[in-house]
């Protein structure tokens, strides 16, 4: 039935009603239709709205975390908006309520602190200085203009300021430190033997009858994992890599000498007034006037960029904006530097971002490489185009014969394409081209492994694609006994070994419970044993799984030794008695582990403190998801 549904969407009809919706979707917006306009909001806090720009901003962040963190091996319904969506909203209600309680309570963060910041940003820098074309493009591919960035920045540092004031309202009281300093420098005094699971690694002979009754006991462990065996055709660009004609390599050379990299260029400076939402057309006249006459008088332009530029990101460095072939900038801006002087100062500028003062402080002559020089680079950036170009054309014919084809023979055929074979890949495959996470979703989705279609043509990169069918789907199978023989063995020994450890463990902790010496328990059973006075929760030498069980008992009463034992991740067994638990105390405590518990339990308090207080904010907060 499926494939029947396929065959009908390529119908006239259903491409008119297709063309209809692409044509919805391109006059009105995508956003438009399915979030109802950009005005409406997607949740209210206090009143105020959280607009689908900012959860979309929000989801895209978070995205963006996502992939940095898991890299090509994400799973692909993870960057899916309903996965994503009500994190990233809730998120979103956290902040705002900071944000609004900073508001309420006057906090302010400075023009001069966000250009400082900004321009300090390592992502903004090339060679340790600020650039001004890697921060407008930095800003362009996540979604953010120069406003609204500086506007975010002023947030986070408003949060900021009022996370920092409520961590350090918080102390602990001399009092708490010397409950805490009691717990913590506590030290104990342990002997130990060790009960090594290598003495009993032949506990015995394993049966033919152990073997048989311990696999028909496990059977469901001894299954060989589900598969698929996959045809496939794997698309590269370099497949259709050809040789390119000389003509077009020096044609490309040629216009690259021409281009505009290879023009005159100027580096510039700039002092960028911004019109305020609340300041009238006088007072910002006024402003433009004050820094006219400031630079008319001779005052230092980098010093005014930084005191009165709104253009955070330049101000900080003396208001630089690197190098201009003539197209960086805005029209009027580039008009006005094409007739300044190195070292001239321009008359006010209007572009729609305000009003700019330019300064040239420098132009230079841009000398192309030889053609020799470049001929590698524009061979292989030719040859890869024209290959992309064809892999692109290849692409699109190749969804539409996939499609519907019943296999992948006759597509490949008409194309002159290969189809190739894989061996077994399993659900969670490891290595090779399969090992791709929206190859492996593609192979496993229902209408590929169980309803017997080719997948969708997947995009691994620009330059590679997979369209995929499965060839065999191998079911999981129980493995013949001959071939888990020597697994099962190794179980049921190992299982041996540490039955028998664990009763040996049981025996010495007995025997010292009823009175017998440590170490002339250890020496009659050839254990190794050993002393540590003086132990404390730091401690680096006794072995972890026994410091921290060591640490879980109660101080021994009556002057009786407490015993007990504890396994280690090896699968040997530690023994020991605790004789001695003496207190800490704050006043014995070199004065730099002193502080340190104090910066310790104070940024406890801390943390619990943050998280009341937004926790106080939400339950007090008026909040409407829509």
Do not use: C
């Amino acid at each position: 039935m499926l494939q029947d549904i396929r065959k009908s969407t390529q119908g006239t009809t259903a491409k008119v009603i297709i063309g209809l919706i692409v044509l919805a979707f391109a006059l009105w917006g995508v956003e438009n239709i399915l979030l109802g306009g950009s005005k409406n909001s997607v949740a209210e806090v206090n009143g105020e709205d959280i607009s689908p720009g900012e959860l979309q901003q929000a989801m895209n962040l978070q995205k963006r975390r996502l992939i940095n963190e898991m890299g090509d091996n994400i799973d692909p319904a993870r960057l899916e908006d309903e996965a994503v969506q009500e994190q990233a909203m809730q998120e979103l209600i956290r902040r705002k309520l900071l944000l609004q309680s900073a508001q309420e309570m006057g906090l302010h963060a400075s023009d001069q602190q966000i250009g400082a910041l900004i321009g300090g940003m390592e992502q903004f820098q090339v060679d340790g200085k600020f650039s001004a074309d890697l921060y407008r493009a930095a800003l362009s591919e996540a979604g953010y203009t120069p406003g609204t960035f500086k506007q975010a920045v002023r947030d986070d540092l408003l949060v900021s300021q009022l996370r920092t004031g409520l961590a350090a309202s918080e102390f602990a009281t001399p009092a708490e430190l010397t409950l805490d300093a009691g717990i913590v420098g506590e030290q104990r005094d342990i002997r130990y033997l060790t009960v090594p699971i290598a003495q009993f690694d032949n506990a015995g002979e394993v049966s033919d009858a152990d073997i048989q009754s311990y696999y028909q006991a496990h059977e469901d462990t001894f299954h060989s994992p589900e598969s698929v065996q996959l045809n496939y055709i794997d698309l590269r660009a370099e497949d259709f890599r050809e040789p390119v004609a000389e003509a077009d390599v020096k044609q490309a050379y040629d216009q690259e000498v021409q281009g505009r990299q290879y023009q005159p260029e100027n580096r510039v400076s700039h002092i960028m007034l911004v019109r305020g939402s609340k300041e009238s057309e006088s007072d910002y006249q006024k402003r433009i006037d004050e820094v006219q006459s400031k630079l008319k008088a001779g005052g230092d332009f980098a010093e005014l960029a930084k005191t009165y530029s709104d253009d955070p990101g330049s101000a900080a460095n003396g208001g630089d904006l690197g190098y201009t072939s003539g197209n960086v900038f805005p029209e009027p801006m580039e008009k006005a530097i094409a007739g300044l002087k190195v070292g001239e100062v321009s008359q006010p500028v209007t572009t729609d971002a305000g009003t700019h003062f330019v300064l040239v402080t420098d132009r230079r002559d841009a000398k192309p490489p030889s053609f020799e020089e470049m001929r590698p680079q524009l061979e292989q950036r030719l040859a890869m185009d024209e290959a992309r170009t064809e892999l692109l054309r290849v692409v699109e014919s190749l969804k539409d014969l996939a499609f519907n084809a019943e296999n992948l023979k006759g597509p490949a055929k008409q194309l002159g394409l290969k189809v190739s074979e894989s061996g077994k890949i399993t659900r969670d495959q490891a290595d090779g081209l399969f090992a791709n996470a929206s190859l492996l979703k593609a192979a496993f989705s229902d209408d590929v492994l169980n309803g017997g279609m080719n997948s969708d043509v997947v995009e691994l990169d620009q330059d590679h694609w997979v369209v995929l069918r499965v060839a065999k789907h191998n079911e999981p199978e129980l493995l013949p006994l001959a071939d888990v023989r020597d697994k099962i063995v190794a179980s049921i020994s190992q299982a041996r070994a540490m039955a028998a450890v664990q009763k040996a463990a049981q025996d010495a902790a007995a025997a010292l419970r009823a009175g017998q010496p440590l170490q002339g328990y250890a020496e009659a059973h050839q254990f190794s044993s050993q002393v540590e006075l003086g132990v404390n929760r730091g401690n680096t030498t006794l072995p972890p799984e026994l410091l921290a069980d060591a640490f879980r008992l109660q101080a021994p009463k009556d002057g009786k030794p407490l015993v007990d034992y504890v396994p280690s991740t090896s699968g040997d067994f530690y023994v020991y008695e605790i004789t001695q638990v003496t207190p800490g105390s704050i006043v014995a405590m070199p004065q730099a582990q002193r502080e340190g518990l104090k910066q310790l339990v104070s940024g406890e308090y801390a943390q619990l403190l943050d998280a009341e207080y937004r926790q106080g904010l939400r339950e007090a907060a008026e909040v409407k998801v829509m």
